[in-house]
């Protein structure tokens, strides 16, 4: 994995060594960048991740997350982690850091990633937003908020 960053996230370095360990990512090219959202944007991220037609191309999988440089926190994030009976399951929880946000939208993207690259089963939203959850949890219990 290629990673290209304009920003400080030693802790987010470490919480992707750790979660692709078992993983291969070598087709890869991931950039994180902080952007400036414009004021009637609230959100935290935008993330804009490389499509299927590219893979079979055997080009590199880009993956590209924005982080809103001008978020004021804490966000609570809330997302349908499942489906069951035609209904969302909902998970929550409070992102308290940038770095928290960031750990949050890379599990998403990554779990897309691993289904594209057929590491993982079960492309869907939900499964991807359990992910950042996981990812989310797991960095906190290594980096707990200030
Ligand atoms: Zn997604």
Known sequence: ???????HIP????LLFEQLKNYKTDDLHLSIKAKHFNK???????????????????KPYNMHILVNSGKEYPETEKWGIQLYK???VFDADRIYTRD???AWILGHEFWHYFCFTKQ????????ANACGFRWLRNFRMKHEPI
């Open 11 to 14: 802790d987010i370095r470490d």
């Open 40 to 58: 009637h944007e609230r959100k935290v991220y935008g993330s804009n991740t490389g499509d299927v037609s590219t893979l079979r191309k055997n």
């Open 100 to 102: 928290e946000a960031l």
């Open 120 to 127: 993982e089963r079960g492309n869907f939203e939900t499964k």
């Open 1 to 7: 994995m290629i990673l290209k960053t304009n920003l």
């Open 86 to 88: 035609n209904k969302y």
